[in-house]
């Protein structure tokens, strides 16, 4: 028997499983980041959507329990409920302009993804 060259030992590697470089392997690991970002960003917004429904839901709520309770222009009970009413849009409008944000973003991360998949 004859020893084994060390070049000999090593069989060759098919082109697609050669080793690549950290520099591949860092731009995945980026791929991979920007895409739970893009998918945490989403899941925020909806959860946002969700809130902001609610708070419309329950504006509404308000508006039909003040309009059965008000039956004159007496502005007794039914002042109360409108300023809950003027509170709840307040919330709504910022919880819009937050999702509005998070909808801005997700369109950035998405961006970033699409760049980096040509690399």
């Known amino acids: 028997m004859r020893p084994v060259d060390a070049d000999e030992a090593q069989e060759p590697e098919p082109d697609g499983e050669r080793v690549r470089g950290p520099a591949p392997a860092a731009a995945r690991r980026d791929v991979s980041a920007l895409e739970r ?3 945490r960003a989403h899941l925020r917004a909806r959860r946002r959507l969700r ?3 609610s708070l419309l839901d329950a504006v509404h709520g308000e508006a039909e329990a003040s309009g059965q309770r008000a039956p004159g222009p007496a502005r007794g009970p039914g002042a109360e409920a409108e300023q809950r009413v003027v509170r709840l849009c ?16 997700i369109v ?5 993804i699409d760049g980096r998949e040509g690399c």
């Open 37 to 39: 970002e893009h998918v």
């Open 51 to 53: 809130e902001m429904e």
């Open 90 to 105: 307040a919330q709504v409008e910022r919880k819009a302009a937050e999702a509005a944000l998070m909808g801005q973003r």
């Open 108 to 112: 950035e991360i998405h961006q970033q």
